[in-house]
């Protein structure tokens, strides 16, 4: 399975969920797949997608998915450690790692920590599910399977192999990828009757 | 001029929720260290690190609240990609209440230099910001932050060592 197929198989099966997708050749992909208002492209803090999904996720107490790379997520593991922080009132997050060890919007270097080691990390977080799939039935059914059996807490490593082909950069302005996945929160948590009133803490 | 007054962490925090702000969460810092023990009642989250504070307000703020992130300026060094290429170029509303260790009473050397450029990055990076100093500037800055509530991006307020009493 390669990076797009697998981006693919993710877009298609979220199309009214608010998804976060990390900065690279995988926000560039999607936009060029799919560019709707339920995401957020990132083009640099990398590392930082789990944290904002998160906080989408904690704010409105909705399910968000959130496309991480290995080398993003190995940059940043603090925010691993947020989601233990966060404890019981964690978020229903499903936090897919594309992982093909590299690099890849930078030319290709080795990511620097392993898949075993982050997921080891993820479980000890407290994520209700950490598991891996390498190909699309395989993530499918693991999909299916845990949504209605368990848990939308989840840390899903996807291997993937590299990008062969890869879309240009973002063309729609940074301010209007904000600004729309704002109004389509704002207008999706009308839609479930769910409240945008200060709460106490996170 | 009116003699220095130290500032009332309690009163602070009660300006920040009466303005909106929040949720908050916070990272270590001794010289914020009273504001953040105000907040706590109300809930505070402490986050390990300054720019995954700063990722999960980005977060926070999508979903149309505007929160407030405190930090002591060795923080926001380590975190200021967060700022230039996630809040300010997506325009996302973050109130960002930075220390400035360093500068004043504070002379530690390992300060001494984010004291001296935490307020150039700022400016540079577009990002307004209104001084704490001590008690007498509670009026001017909660009305400043009244104003960065309804415009679009990151804001802050930058807290001087003394504003609750510099302990050395």
């Known amino acids: 399975m390669n990076k797009l197929e697998a ?180 207008q999706r948590s009308r839609q479930m009757s769910v409240r945008l009133e200060p709460r106490q803490g996170v | 001029m009116t003699a220095p007054r130290k500032a009332d962490p309690e009163g602070l925090a009660s300006d920040l929720h009466a303005l909106g702000a929040g949720p908050f969460l916070s990272t270590p810092c001794g010289v914020l260290a009273p504001l953040h023990a105000a907040l706590v009642p109300d809930g505070l989250t402490t986050v390990a690190r300054e720019d995954t504070a700063l990722g999960l307000a980005a977060g926070i703020a999508c979903a149309g609240r505007w929160p407030c992130v405190l930090m002591q300026n060795s923080g926001f060094g380590q975190s200021v990609n967060a700022v230039a290429s996630l809040l300010k170029p997506y325009e996302v509303s973050v109130l960002m209440v930075i220390s400035l260790r360093g500068t004043g009473p504070d002379h530690t050397l390992e300060n001494k230099g984010m004291g001296s450029v935490t307020r150039l990055i700022l400016h540079e990076l577009g990002v307004p910001t209104v001084d704490y100093v001590d008690g007498r500037d509670r009026e001017n800055v909660t009305r400043q932050l009244a104003q960065w509530r309804c415009d679009t991006g990151p804001s802050a307020m930058l807290v001087h060592p003394a504003a609750f009493g510099w302990a050395t």
């Open chain 1, 7 to 186: 981006l693919r198989l993710i877009i298609d099966r979220y199309p009214d969920t608010p998804m976060v997708f990390t900065t690279g050749f995988i926000s560039r992909m999607a936009y060029a797949l799919r560019d709707t208002d339920n995401h957020f492209y990132m083009v640099g803090s990398m590392g930082l997608a789990a944290p904002i999904g998160m906080g989408v996720a904690v704010a409105l107490g909705q399910h968000v998915v959130v496309v991480d790379g290995d080398g993003a997520l190995s940059m940043a593991p603090s925010s691993l450690t947020l989601m233990a922080d966060l404890g019981e009132g964690r978020p229903q997050l499903t936090h897919f790692v594309l992982h093909d060890g590299r690099y890849d919007s930078t030319g290709g270097q080795t990511v620097a920590g392993s898949a075993e080691v982050i997921a080891g990390v993820a479980r000890a977080a407290g994520y209700d599910v950490v598991a891996s799939a390498d190909t699309a039935e395989g993530l499918d059914r693991l999909l299916s399977h845990t949504e209605r059996t368990v848990s939308l807490c989840r840390f899903l490593v996807v291997s993937v192999d590299p990008a062969d082909d890869v879309p240009p950069r973002l063309a729609k302005p940074l301010p209007d990828v904000r600004r729309d996945f704002s109004r389509w929160l704002e």
